[in-house]
């Protein structure tokens, strides 16, 4: 396993609802970050943060809330979504946040939003 | 604009044969060129990477790529598939602080 857990696995919300994704990161590094994979489509990265702080946030819509209490654990939390917002979001992290830093990644949650 | 393309959806190829996943890249400067490989319900792994040096790159699982500057390329190859290789492969690239990744390649290995 890459060392990188994300909880849940899968989550449908209705439009009004208000949830979170965790992922937590085993490997001691020091850049994590989200991104949004939806079908026949380019993974799209949402935000990186470094060393608990943001360094990107790709134009999100601001019902996406990104939250890096520590260099090991990330949240996204999720509020009055769409159901064009239903996708596979993954959590991965580096060692830094350089390009040339190999990145490894979580399993995703399902995200189905009725 | 600075993108990857991966101008197939899908590669079909018999188990035992060689096997190439097409990747372009369009970016200024010096890539940097990544491939990762998603198994179904898994996140993405990483294959292997082109920073700088040699043009040939080996990788995870008997793979390697070929970075060419001239046909801004970097094909992942592979001299004998295996059944066990199906899955969604994805080029990606690093350039002036940003990732940016292909569509994804579904490649099927049939026995």
């Known amino acids: 396993e890459t060392g990188v857990t994300q909880t849940p696995r899968h989550l449908v919300m209705g439009m009004t609802n208000k949830k979170s994704l965790k992922c937590e990161q085993h490997?001691?590094?020091?850049?994590m970050y989200w991104y949004k994979q939806s079908a026949k489509k380019p993974l799209e990265l949402m935000f990186v943060y470094s060393l608990e702080e943001r360094v990107e946030n790709n134009s999100v819509p601001s019902r996406f809330s990104p939250e890096c209490p520590n260099s090991s654990h990330l949240f996204l939390h999720l509020h009055t979504l769409q159901p064009e917002d239903s996708a596979l979001y993954l959590c991965a992290s580096s060692q830094a946040s350089w390009g040339t830093d190999t990145q490894y990644f979580g399993p995703g949650t399902r995200l189905t939003v009725l | 604009a600075q993108s990857v393309a991966q101008p197939e959806d899908q590669v079909n190829v018999a188990e035992g044969n060689p096997l190439t996943v097409k990747c372009t890249y369009s970016?200024?400067?010096?890539?940097?060129l990544f491939w990762y490989v998603q198994y179904p319900n898994r996140g993405l792994q990483f294959l292997l990477k082109?920073?700088?040096?040699?043009?040939l790159v080996k990788g995870s699982y008997g793979f390697e790529a070929e970075f060419n500057k001239s046909q801004t390329s970097f094909h992942l190859k592979k001299p004998s598939a295996l059944v066990s290789d199906s899955a969604l492969y994805f080029c990606?690239?690093?350039?002036?602080?940003?990732?940016?990744f292909g569509s994804g390649t579904k490649l099927n290995v049939k026995p």
């Open positions: 990606a690239t690093y350039n002036f602080n940003k990732f940016y």
């Open positions: 490997l001691g590094h020091n850049a």
């Open positions: 970016v200024s400067g010096n890539p940097y």
């Open positions: 082109y920073i700088t040096g040699d043009n």
